[in-house]
């Protein structure tokens, strides 16, 4: 868990990072001198209190961000072998938003996949968390990548971050795919490749992407877009493919 | 005081509450139980708060909680907290930003 936390510590503005289950008990926290362990299983503990609360109003809730006049709280839940767990950011007002909301997924996958017991990814979560504690290594972009040599799909000229893994039917499939998060990142930045891949498994949930649902991708991430204008840019250029 | 009316014609904004911090409700606006809504937003926001002065954040501006397909946006304005809820829930961006100008703040 540790290189997880570790590689959140390491984006700009980011103070602490801590990981608790719905109990509020603190499973593994990262952060600045400050934050010792006392004061994390405390603000632990009262995150915990109040994620419950918000169960009641918004029983499916992903992610909750909370605005300080200093700073952010985001919280993101993971679940895990049908728990329910939470990964916490504290960051100050430098924080990037954009860039750590993506990085704040990919590190939510990977902890995932550490609570259930398997890997992170290749060389990240493995072994005992005593071999772990003390690193400060986190994965380099290329091992959190998906193996995308066979479909056709190129992320390399869009962004190198906020990957998971989506399925093509053939490489037009992927090309496509592609092609959409290029134009997407137009409108909505570097997340544009995460709302792809979020619209590549609402609309082809079952079975590989492939050309058959092109259209209902390009609507699904059309209403990424506030700007009407904008949406209908993003529908044109990608209805010429 | 937070004008609800006007709030709840952003696009985007299903419903709004206005409550305060204590779990007071005070108005809604195509909410149908608005004292539920507020009093939760108020529990919320207090312990959201308290974890923020632990951590040296310094006081809650605002709070987006985002779902699959709808989201929430709680903004407290000193004693008063306005809850909108948003759908869908890619709209809370968009929806913060609104908020933000019509009750003017920046956080």
Same mark, same amino acid.
């Given at each position: 868990?540790?290189?997880?936390?570790?590689?959140?510590?390491?984006?700009?503005?980011?103070?602490?990072?801590?990981?608790?289950?719905?109990?509020?008990?603190?499973?593994?926290?990262?952060?600045?001198?400050? @934050?010792?362990?006392?004061?994390?299983?405390?603000?632990?503990?009262?995150?915990?209190?109040?994620?419950?609360?918000?169960?009641?109003?918004?029983?499916?809730?992903?992610?909750?961000?909370?605005?300080?006049?200093?700073?952010?709280?985001?919280?993101?839940?993971?679940?895990?072998?049908?728990?329910?767990?939470?990964?916490?950011?504290?960051?100050?007002?430098?924080?990037?938003?954009?860039?750590?909301?993506?990085?704040?997924?990919?590190?939510?996958?990977?902890?995932?996949?550490?609570?259930?017991?398997?890997?992170?990814?290749?060389?990240?979560?493995?072994?005992?968390?005593?071999?772990?504690?003390?690193?400060?290594?986190?994965?380099?972009?290329?091992?959190?990548?998906?193996?995308?040599?066979?479909?056709?799909?190129?992320?390399?000229?869009?962004?190198?971050?906020?990957?998971?893994?989506?399925?093509?039917?053939?490489?037009?499939?992927?090309?496509?795919?592609?092609?959409?998060?290029?134009?997407?990142?137009?409108?909505?930045?570097?997340?544009?490749?995460? @709302?792809?891949?979020?619209?590549?498994?609402?609309?082809?949930?079952?079975?590989?992407?492939?050309?058959?649902?092109?259209?209902?991708?390009?609507?699904?991430?059309?209403?990424?877009?506030?700007?009407?204008?904008?949406?209908?840019?993003?529908?044109?250029?990608?209805?010429?493919? | 005081?937070?004008?609800?009316?006007?709030?709840?014609?952003?696009?985007?904004?299903?419903?709004?509450?206005?409550?305060?911090?204590?779990?007071?409700?005070?108005?809604?606006?195509?909410?149908?139980?608005?004292?539920?809504?507020?009093?939760?937003?108020?529990?919320?926001?207090?312990?959201?708060?308290?974890?923020?002065?632990?951590?040296?954040?310094?006081?809650?501006?605002?709070?987006?909680?985002?779902?699959?397909?709808?989201?929430?946006?709680?903004?407290?304005?000193?004693?008063?907290?306005?809850?909108?809820?948003?759908?869908?829930?890619?709209?809370?961006?968009?929806?913060?930003?609104?908020?933000?100008?019509?009750?003017?703040?920046?956080?």
């Amino acid at each position: 868990m540790d290189p997880i936390l570790q590689s959140l510590m390491d984006l700009a503005g980011v103070t602490a990072v801590l990981v608790f289950d719905s109990a509020g008990q603190l499973l593994g926290h990262r952060g600045h001198t400050v @934050y010792d362990q006392g004061l994390c299983e405390q603000v632990s503990g009262a995150l915990a209190k109040a994620l419950d609360a918000v169960q009641l109003q918004q029983e499916d809730w992903e992610t909750v961000t909370a605005h300080f006049a200093d700073g952010k709280l985001v919280l993101r839940r993971v679940i895990a072998n049908g728990q329910t767990h939470v990964l916490t950011v504290v960051a100050d007002a430098t924080l990037n938003p954009s860039f750590a909301t993506v990085a704040i997924r990919v590190a939510a996958g990977k902890l995932k996949r550490v609570l259930e017991g398997g890997p992170a990814s290749s060389g990240v979560g493995t072994g005992s968390s005593a071999a772990r504690a003390g690193s400060s290594s986190s994965p380099a972009p290329s091992e959190s990548r998906p193996n995308l040599a066979n479909s056709g799909l190129s992320w390399s000229k869009i962004s190198n971050v906020g990957l998971s893994r989506v399925s093509v039917a053939d490489p037009a499939s992927g090309a496509f795919l592609a092609r959409c998060a290029k134009e997407l990142a137009q409108h909505v930045g570097p997340i544009a490749k995460v @709302y792809v891949e979020e619209a590549v498994r609402r609309v082809s949930p079952e079975t590989p992407f492939s050309m058959a649902v092109a259209r209902a991708l390009i609507d699904d991430l059309g209403a990424q877009i506030e700007d009407a204008a904008d949406r209908t840019q993003f529908q044109k250029a990608l209805a010429k493919a | 005081m937070a004008d609800l009316a006007l709030i709840a014609r952003i696009p985007s904004v299903a419903s709004a509450v206005l409550g305060d911090l204590a779990g007071g409700f005070y108005d809604a606006i195509r909410e149908g139980d608005g004292e539920s809504v507020a009093s939760v937003a108020a529990f919320v926001s207090s312990a959201l708060a308290g974890a923020g002065e632990e951590l040296g954040l310094g006081a809650l501006h605002r709070v987006g909680i985002a779902g699959e397909k709808r989201a929430l946006a709680v903004v407290v304005l000193g004693n008063s907290v306005v809850i909108a809820r948003i759908e869908p829930a890619a709209s809370l961006a968009a929806v913060e930003r609104a908020l933000d100008a019509a009750v003017g703040t920046g956080g």
